[in-house]
């Protein structure tokens, strides 16, 4: 049974460019979310994504968006991206999107560095 | 203030020894859903345990165990016989109501685990 896969595992980008990072959810699961965690820190939410919608979305600008595909999968895109988008970028996925029980399980994450 | 505050930077323990890891939460939200998580070096989150907010039962799953104090708003984590492999970042993590969704997990800055030999 896979588990959360994203790819890829690392990317160096430059100031101003796009970048789109993937990931598939555990076998089983529907809904994808995405985090984002600096070094150092606990991981902050972007946003989540189930029946291909944003359901909920945390306090990041609208150069974050994201997509969910017919098989669940997941693209986060970042646009114009800046020093401060370095970071590892974690993916998530679980059943249902209202569950408050439901654990979710995460990728191995893609690490972003920015120059 | 902070959702969820782990007030231990840094903490280290001795081998085969047990060890509490602290977290405190703030909701008004009556169901909600406490997580931990383990984050090796090499990044990925593993999951632990889980408390819910209605559990009477303190949670536990092998070593690990959640000490639950719904007043004073605590969910520490024990993790008894430690082992070198327990070294890693531990987080706190909690699920609750924003709008009409639960989809959210809020984490807490976490703390360090030194398993010395």
């Known amino acids: 049974d896979a588990g959360v896969t994203q790819s890829p595992t690392h990317l160096i980008k430059t100031r101003g460019q796009q970048v789109t990072l993937r990931c598939s959810p555990k076998?089983?699961?529907?809904?994808v979310s995405w985090y984002q965690q600096a070094l150092g820190q606990g991981p902050q939410f972007i946003f989540q994504?189930?029946?291909?919608?944003?359901?909920q979305r945390g306090n990041f600008p609208d150069r974050f968006s994201g997509h969910q595909f017919p098989n669940y999968s997941s693209e986060l895109n970042v646009n114009a991206l800046l020093l401060g988008d370095s970071a590892l970028y974690l993916c998530?996925?679980?059943?249902?999107?209202?569950?408050?029980?439901?654990?979710?399980?995460f990728g191995p994450g893609t690490r972003l560095t920015v120059l | 203030a902070q959702k969820i505050t782990q007030t231990q930077p840094g903490m280290f323990v001795q081998e085969k020894e047990a060890v509490t890891l602290d977290c405190t939460y703030d909701?008004?939200?009556?169901?909600?859903?406490l997580f931990w998580y383990k984050q090796p070096s090499s990044g990925e989150m593993i999951f632990l345990i889980y408390q819910g907010s209605y559990d009477q039962q303190n949670a536990t799953e092998g070593r690990y165990s959640l000490n639950f104090q719904k007043a004073r708003k605590s969910a520490n984590l024990v993790i008894s016989a430690s082992q070198l492999g327990d070294s890693a970042m531990y987080f706190c993590a909690m699920r609750e109501r924003e709008g009409t969704s639960y989809g959210k997990l809020t984490f807490g800055q976490g703390t360090i685990l030194t398993v010395h030999p």
């Open positions: 076998s089983g699961h529907d809904t």
């Open positions: 909701t008004s939200d009556p169901s909600y859903g």
């Open positions: 994504y189930y029946e291909e919608e944003e359901r």
């Open positions: 998530a996925s679980s059943q249902g999107w209202d569950r408050w029980r439901e654990e979710q399980f």
